[in-house]
């Protein structure tokens, strides 16, 4: 005949390998980032969108917040929509980066970087991707030479 102690050390035995079990699923769970396209080129007064797509990897189906985590450029505005996703499990989720460039942008070659962060108690996941901006001028109008003869 067993005693009740005995039934109770096992059955707190049982519950700390569940436990166990579970952490050890947990902490491999994560997500990826990655964008669509990975560069724009925006002529200064546009703008262009990319696709950043969180994906799910080992059951991850926690909220993800997303921020632009670069240096402000100036003349640029960069909108994340939606900035809060959550993943279903083995699957993925999307929000839409716009970058609106000002006329008065100054051309060139910049990077804008997304992040992403799933923060749950003593747990925090962060990832970054970077985008590739080229800035560029409008075409110069072309002036046409033409004469009217009587």
Avoid: W
């Amino acid at each position: 005949m067993r005693e009740p102690c005995e039934d109770l050390l096992n059955e707190k035995v049982e519950d700390i390998a569940e436990l166990i079990e579970q952490m050890l699923h947990q902490r491999h769970r994560d997500f990826t980032l990655s964008a669509s396209p990975p560069s724009l080129k925006i002529q200064q007064g546009g703008y262009n969108t990319s696709i950043i797509m969180i994906t799910s990897l080992k059951h991850f189906d926690e909220r993800v917040d997303l921020t632009v985590t670069s240096p402000s450029i100036v003349g640029v505005t960069t909108t994340l929509y939606p900035s809060e996703v959550t993943p279903p499990k083995g699957g993925f989720a999307i929000s839409l980066l716009t970058v609106d460039v000002a006329t008065t942008a100054q051309p060139g070659n910049y990077t804008i970087t997304v992040t992403g962060t799933s923060e749950k108690k003593h747990s925090l996941l962060q990832h970054s991707i970077d985008i590739t901006l080229e800035i560029v001028s409008p075409p110069v109008p072309q002036i046409l030479d033409f004469s009217i003869f009587a």
